[in-house]
Every structure is written in C-alpha cells, then in structure tokens.
C-alpha cells in the first residue's frame, strides 16, 4: 500500500553539535504496524515527529505516500495522518466539542459527524459511553489520548503516530485498546512505546539505540 507508506532514507539530526539520530533507514509499508523502542534520548519522538514535520532532518529526506515531508507537501501529508502525542493540552470544554470541532474545518466540510459511530469507536478502545458527556477536564490523560484516536478515525486517517498510548492504561483497557489496533488492517501505525506487553503485538520492532 504505496498510498500509506513512510520512508526514512538517511535521516540524521543533530542538536546543540550532538548527534542524535545518525543516517536513519527504514521502509514502512502501508498498513504495517511498527513500534519504536529504545531508552530515552535514543531519537525516538524526534524521529516520529518528522513524518508530519514537527522535527526537521539536519539531512536525509523523509516521505510519506511518495511525498518528501517539506512545507508544499505537509498539508497533504497531515490531511492522511493523525499523530497523537502522549501528553495532550486540549482547548475544549467537553468531550463532545472535542469530537465535533474537526467538522466545522474547511477540509473536513465534506464530512458528517456521526456520534453512533463515535460511541462505537469509544466502546471499542475501552471507552464508557458516559465518557461522551463528560467534561473534558474530569477526563484522564489516557482518556483523551484515545478520544483523539477516536476523533482522527472518524476522519478516516489512515497513518497513526501513538506516543506511548498504554502508558496510562490498566492491563484490561491495555489489552482492549491493543486487540483493536491489530484489528485496523490497512491503516499504518507508528508508536513509540516502552510497554514490551504492546510491541510484541505489532508487526516489527524498531529499536533506536541511544549514541
């Protein structure tokens, strides 16, 4: 699946004169499930952040469906891809305005809120219906990053960038939110993690060593 994959050719950066990610390599086949693992300060963020240029390559070139991350094809590129950081800082009131806001965007104007199908999707990543008429600030850290999940799969996002996404979760919602991930065939997923509980679930294993 050309249309989902992501390409590292040769990426290194460098910060403050330290290298911190040296001539990365690595194809991402669409629909490939792939963790990125490895202790702290190995690269990990820097280099999932660059796939929707958040971080920028001190060289090498990162693309993504065949385009390069650059500034003519990142909203391209952002418009496929969802990334879902682990700490969030969300300026809505509510659950239900965070699901809604994405379908008052001019890109999203072809598309219809359907909250049947949110509550569906809440369900099946270990989500309480009730959670939907929650305020959003009586909802937990690991609440929100799954609702975010939620909100770019009613927008049909087909590339995820998970940050840590079992970090906060107990062993039941873990394994929960797990089974459904492996359940999106088709849809590429990129997550960093350190819960060996979930990389082992996943296609591949990328472990990025700390230089």
């Known amino acids: 699946m050309v249309d989902n994959n992501i390409s590292f050719r040769k990426v290194s950066f460098v910060f403050d004169g330290r290298i911190v990610v040296n001539s990365f390599d690595q194809e991402i086949n669409g629909g490939e499930h792939v963790a990125f693992v490895g202790e702290s300060g190995a690269g990990k963020s820097t280099i999932l952040n660059s796939i929707v240029g958040l971080t920028v390559p ?3 070139t990162v693309s993504v469906a065949g385009l390069q991350v650059n500034p003519a094809n990142i909203h391209a590129i952002r418009a496929k891809t969802a990334w879902i950081p682990q700490e969030l800082n969300l300026p809505f009131d509510s659950v239900e305005e965070l699901l809604k806001h994405p379908y008052e965007l ?4 072809h598309l219809k809120f359907e909250k049947d199908k949110a509550t569906l999707l809440m369900e099946k ?3 309480d219906e009730s959670v939907y008429t929650k305020r959003l600030d009586l909802v937990s850290g ?8 939620v909100s770019a799969l009613l927008l049909n996002k087909r590339i995820l960038l998970l940050d840590e996404p079992t970090s ?12 459904f991930l492996k359940s999106l065939v088709g849809t590429t997923i990129v997550a960093i993690t350190h819960d060996s509980g979930f990389s082992v679930k996943m296609d591949r294993v990328v472990n990025l060593i700390k230089l």
């Open 168 to 179: 906060a979760l107990d062993h039941a919602s873990r394994d929960k939110l797990i089974g």
């Open 142 to 149: 690991g609440e929100k990053q799954r609702l975010v999940l």
């Open 58 to 60: 001190t060289s090498g």
């Open 106 to 109: 001019k890109v999203n104007k």
């Open 125 to 127: 990543v270990g989500l």
